[in-house]
């Protein structure tokens, strides 16, 4: 693992970059003394403090000695120093970082309280600290910048230590008997030396330029010596006579210390996940066209298809081409197994989906307003209030910092620009319409200090805020214990009762579908298999919807049997059979299942996507599905 | 009888009671003392500082051909010849009457030199950090707006790596860089010196550019994780205005980590002014301890190190107090 990051990092342009420039770093440090080292001290008395010449490329200094020849032999003075600061800061790092793991409780304590204050100073500061007390100079220095790192060196070796030490292997060595320093050098070190050698190479870039620093304000390297720093120290006093005395060490150490930590970076990077690219999916055919819906429609899509890019290349299709009617004041549940779809067309229909989804239909209104192919400031302009969501999981889908009054007279403050006060009178209102109590003391509440139930309450209230024509609730129940689950969904009944609202209940359900619902839309693998009146689920023809229906338990489910199951898995979008998506699970499939069926009138008001509909009754107590209903 | 003693005995009850059932109390005291804890070790590293530096002080500040007499006439002076716990204390209750010492070279009291140049300081490492919020808050949040749901990636890879290469050059070559630009080439603003509005104008740029991006990097990447979260979707099925997410549903909840990074900023903006101040010979504290520590001349050091590090403690603390503020449920309780 370790060999192939450092391969990879390579690899990326940026780390390839920077290694080719530590490379050449490391050859002009041995050659350049060699090479220019008597050049670079040789002054020129007939060229003191130059410009730039034809003998002089850089200028000279105050001595007419030549400073390119100078900078490029101050690299192995510079490197080196930085180098040694950074053995230093991970010697003293590692020391520190491990002390914990081997000391005692009380005194590992103590150390890692020390590091947790020193690492609250700024490197810089503990550096002049230690200067101070190692005195000026470049031995000084080199100990001041080394002691100065140890300490966030020392921090991330603890993290790591603690990460590793909870993992099996070291607990067992530690059962055994494995002594504490061997424990320490075959077990934990070799498991977080990846994560120290990027940050130690992040370090030495660190290290390199803060010696730079030291040495610029003179209290690092001192004269006759010479490194990067001294140079561009001595180079600034004549920055108007001579710019490149300042500027070429200058970029020296930013090219240097750049290529410490950019390859320390991209050797990092290499092991982070890389975004999707957004892309345009190719059209597809239109699908054969549906029967025109009613003009009292609330909602009316046809062939609604929902595209993601696919990791490697193409696309996948959660939502394959649904047909979905909701009547005025109709309440509609749509069910399935988790992964056929059912949430994101609720998303989709709603202009909510996920911004890389690519949504397409052959017809889609909700409230009157066709929303594909609009701007989102128009979707929003008419949209408005029209549409409310219910969503899955309250404990995330109200925003933690915002009081829950706020967040529902925002509602009526933007579409309706009314004032605080009326809004949040408004809130109130609407959270004792839907029985939270003490409404006007919880307005003034955080979300967390809301139960579940309350919250989804709350939710519910939000979409009061205005009159909607379309509830979209997404299992409004799931995330619920069931007595709640009665509650939440007995104030949808009566909020729709009230509102006269149409209501898609969107559950995996089946059951709380039926307790609400006057009709079903059972969805499976992205397509509609079936849809039939509540009261017909008894004749319910799709296998699918049979199976759903069967696996049910009522209080006459023999409780010596296992529970009933579909067998199987649903099929992965990416990767569905040609044909009927549910054949591979049914027990009536033969060779026709592999044309995909259409859906056909199987009875009155119903509908199925199925070559063999099953014509039988179901053995079913139907009172324990529609409990509510009656 | 009794009932003139049971009478004011309950309310005190209930005050301590209502204390201890306060998480703000607790946590506030927590903090606090944590704070006295970090200041004892700063006061006790400041006075020990004299005391690990190998050989004489006195002898190295005054040089050696300095008389022997003169030396222990100042070393009597100091009180270096006393007991080190009696140095300790003695130190101690000086401090505490805001008594620093005097300059071993000048003989000019530490806090009267402190004083004059703290603000110099003070003004640059303030108007940095107004520059770097300024900059990064709404930089950042564009950014992530803009580059969500691997939008624009030729934008992003270019705002990441600009901002990475600028961000890992250090003040003091980003200074010399801005000096040679605007200073020498085009000559439009001062280079040395602390005047009126235009000269702060490099100091602070050279101070705030590398900060403002960073920050801004880890605004947008904490924007772009909230932008993900479900209560920006619930927002958008307010059909909210963008903006208005953007600025009441998602900058709330990526303040903490901005505030946390921001204090970070801050405290090695301060220190960062050492290498500032000494590019462009800025009055301020930076210059005095570099020229200081060359110097030997040791109380001073001391002075400056106590302020510096004590500045560092209280951002620290006022962040700690922000975040508590910002995010009332995870901080207090984990303290």
């Known amino acids: ?630 | 009888m009794t009932a003139p003693v049971a009478a004011p005995l309950a309310p005190t009850r209930t005050r301590v009671s209502a204390w201890a059932g306060n998480p703000w109390a607790g946590f506030l005291a927590r903090r606090l003392g944590r704070l006295l804890v970090s200041l004892a070790v700063l006061v006790t590293l400041a006075f020990g500082m004299i005391h690990l530096i190998p050989g004489d002080p006195v002898r190295a500040s005054l040089g050696v051909t300095a008389p022997q007499d003169l030396v222990d006439a100042r070393r009597a002076a100091l009180g270096l010849d006393d007991p080190i716990g009696v140095q300790y204390l003695d130190y101690l209750r000086a401090l505490f009457s805001g008594d620093l010492g005097v300059s071993m070279s000048s003989g000019v009291p530490v806090s009267e030199t402190i004083g004059q140049r703290l603000p110099a300081t003070a003004s640059l490492a303030v108007a940095a950090f107004v520059v770097v919020m300024l900059v990064a808050i709404p930089l950042g949040l564009a950014m992530a707006v803009l580059t969500r749901g691997g939008r624009r990636r030729g934008g992003e890879l270019g705002f990441t790596a600009t901002s990475a290469v600028i961000a890992a050059i250090p003040e003091f070559l980003l200074a010399v860089g801005l000096v040679f630009v605007f200073g020498v080439s085009l000559g439009w603003l001062p280079v040395a010196g602390r005047g009126g509005a235009s000269s702060y104008v490099l100091p602070v740029l050279a101070l705030a550019l590398g900060p403002a991006l960073l920050m801004a990097r880890m605004v947008r990447v904490e924007a772009l994780a909230v932008l993900d979260q479900d209560f920006v979707r619930t927002a958008r099925a307010k059909r909210l205005p963008p903006l208005r997410v953007y600025l009441r549903h998602v900058f709330p909840n990526a303040l903490t980590s901005t505030l946390t990074i921001g204090g970070l900023l801050l405290s090695s903006m301060i220190v960062g002014t050492v290498l500032v101040e000494n590019v462009f010979a800025w009055p301020g504290m930076g210059m005095t301890i570099v020229s200081s520590i060359l110097a030997k001349d040791y109380p001073v050091v001391q002075g400056i190190v106590l302020v510096y590090g004590a500045a560092v403690l209280l951002v620290n603390l006022v962040v700690d107090v922000l975040l508590a503020v910002a995010d009332p449920r995870s901080t207090i309780r984990e303290g």
């Not at chain 1, 990067?228 to 090219?255: K, M, Q, S, T």
């Not at chain 1, 889908?397 to 933007?414: C, Y």
């Open chain 1, 1 to 630: 693992m370790g060999r192939d990051q450092w391969k990879a990092a390579l690899r990326n342009p940026v780390g390839a970059v920077a290694a080719g420039l530590l490379v050449l770093l490391a050859i002009l440090a041995i050659v350049a003394p060699i090479i220019w080292g008597d050049a670079a001290e040789e002054t020129d008395p007939a060229a003191l403090s130059q410009g730039s010449t034809s003998d002089h490329p850089l200028g000279t200094d105050a001595l007419g000695r030549d400073i390119l020849f100078r900078v490029l032999v101050a690299t192995r003075y510079s490197l080196g120093l930085a180098l040694l600061a950074t053995a230093i800061c991970v010697g003293a790092g590692l020391i520190l970082g491990v002390l914990p793991a081997v000391l005692g409780r009380r005194a590992g304590r103590l150390v890692t309280a020390t590091v947790n204050l020193a690492v609250a100073f700024p490197g810089l500061l503990l550096a002049l600290f230690f200067a101070v007390v190692f005195g000026v100079g470049a031995r000084g220095a080199v100990l001041a910048i080394g002691l100065a790192g140890a300490p966030s060196f020392a921090r991330l070796v603890q993290t790591n230590v603690a990460a590793v030490s909870g993992r099996d292997f070291v607990a067992a060595a530690r059962v055994a008997g494995v002594a504490r320093f061997r424990l320490i050098a075959r077990h934990l070190l070799p498991n977080i030396g990846e994560p120290l050698v990027v940050n130690a190479t992040v370090l030495a870039g660190g290290a390199l330029l803060a010696f730079a620093g030291l040495s610029f304000l003179g209290l690092g390297v001192q004269p006759p010596a010479y490194d990067w720093g001294r140079l561009l120290g001595e180079g600034l006093d004549r920055i108007y006579i001579n710019p490149a005395a300042a500027l070429a060490p200058g970029v020296a150490v930013v090219i240097a210390g750049l290529a410490f930590t950019l390859l320390g970076e991209s050797i990092a990077q290499v092991v982070g996940v890389r975004a999707v690219r957004r892309r345009q999916p190719p059209a597809m055919p239109p699908a054969a066209a549906a029967a025109p819906a009613g003009t009292d429609a609330v909602l009316a899509a046809e062939d609604l298809r929902v595209a993601f890019p696919a990791p490697g290349g193409g696309w996948t299709h959660p939502v394959d081409g649904v047909s979905l009617t909701v009547r005025r004041g109709e309440t509609v549940g749509v069910v399935g197994e988790s992964g056929s779809g059912k949430s994101l067309t609720a998303l989709a229909v709603a202009q909510l989906a996920p911004d890389t989804a690519h949504v397409t239909a052959d017809r889609l209104e909700v409230a009157g307003v066709a929303p594909l192919g609009r701007t989102g400031a128009e979707v929003r302009e008419l949209l408005g209030t029209k549409v409310a969501m219910v969503f899955q999981d309250p404990m995330t889908s109200f925003n933690p910092s915002m009081r829950i009054g706020a967040q529902l007279a925002e509602v009526t403050r933007v579409h309706e620009r009314q004032g605080r006060k009326p809004a949040l009178a408004r809130a109130v209102d609407r959270l004792r319409t839907v029985r939270v109590p003490a409404p006007e003391r919880r307005a003034h509440q955080y979300p967390h200090e809301f139960s579940g139930g309350m919250r989804q309450r709350a939710m519910v209230a939000m979409g009061l805020m205005s009159t909607p024509e379309l509830i979209i609730a997404d299992e409004p129940t799931t995330a619920l214990d069931v007595t709640v689950q009665r509650q939440v969904l007995r104030l949808l009944k009566d909020v729709q009762a009230e509102t006269g609202a149409a209501v898609v209940l969107i559950s995996h359900d089946i059951a709380v579908v039926g307790q609400l619902c006057e009709r079903v839309v059972v969805m499976y693998a992205g397509h509609v298999v079936e849809e039939l009146p509540v009261g017909a689920l008894g004749a319910a023809a799709h296998p699918y919807t049979r199976a759903l229906l069967a696996s049910v338990p009522d209080l006459a489910t023999d409780r010596e049997r296992p529970l009933a199951t579909i067998p199987g898995r649903p099929p992965d979008p990416a990767d569905r059979p040609e044909g009927c998506a549910f054949a591979p699970r049914c027990e009536f499939a033969d060779d026709v299942c592999r044309t995909r069926p259409s859906l056909a009138a199987v009875g009155p008001d119903q509908r199925a996507a199925c070559w063999h509909p099953r014509t039988q009754p179901l053995d079913l107590a139907l009172d324990a599905v529609t409990g509510g209903q009656a």
